[in-house]
């Protein structure tokens, strides 16, 4: 079994019902960063928008280290957790050229957003089986540009567990939950 956590200040729930439906739940738990006291597989870190949210998050990054550590390379405060080295694989996604994942060529179309997902440097997903530097057309059906920073999260921890692109395309595209 899988455990992946998210932690944020805003759009846990939204990213939370964007993975499980594209992840199989019998293979995968997603839950939001609680009080949680465990290890995780995978956490991911949307945002921070206070000092409190930040402390909480440190504090759970050095005492339950987690093999993938996903966070938005937008988010200022997301940035400084890392301060000091931790034993994780970390992956920064955004729209700044300087992250892991970017999106580029974003067009807004029918509701949702067509763009290209890059990975910019390369990684090791949970099989061993290394993802090297590459563009996959994406598809999604959810307005609002938090939600392209949503499927950077999702697509990201699809190809971490393993799943084929083609897979990805088909199942990102069929999302269409617009709550955040």
């Known amino acids: 079994m899988i455990h992946i956590l998210i932690g944020g200040s805003t759009g846990k729930t939204a990213i939370l019902k964007f993975i499980s439906h594209c992840v199989n739940t019998n293979e995968v738990v997603v839950e939001e960063l609680e009080d949680q006291n465990k290890r995780v597989d995978i956490l991911i870190v949307s945002n921070i928008s206070n000092d409190e949210y930040f402390q909480k998050l440190k504090n759970y990054i050095y005492t339950f280290p987690s093999s993938v550590i996903i966070i938005n390379a937008d988010d200022e405060k997301s940035n400084k957790l890392f301060a000091r ?15 892991s994942i970017t999106a580029s060529s974003i067009l807004y179309e029918d509701g949702g957003y067509g763009f290209n ?16 530097p590459l ?9 609002g540009q938090y939600n392209i920073y ?10 971490i567990l393993g799943y084929e692109i083609k897979d990805i395309q088909n199942v990102v595209k069929t999302f269409e939950n617009s709550g955040r």
């Open 85 to 99: 080295g931790i034993n994780s694989t970390l992956i920064t996604c955004g729209l700044n050229p300087k992250s």
């Open 135 to 143: 563009e996959i057309p994406v598809e999604i059906k959810v307005p």
């Open 117 to 132: 997902y890059c990975v910019q440097r390369s990684f090791f997903n949970l099989k061993g089986r290394l993802i090297e």
């Open 150 to 159: 949503n499927s950077l999260f999702v697509i990201t921890v699809l190809l």
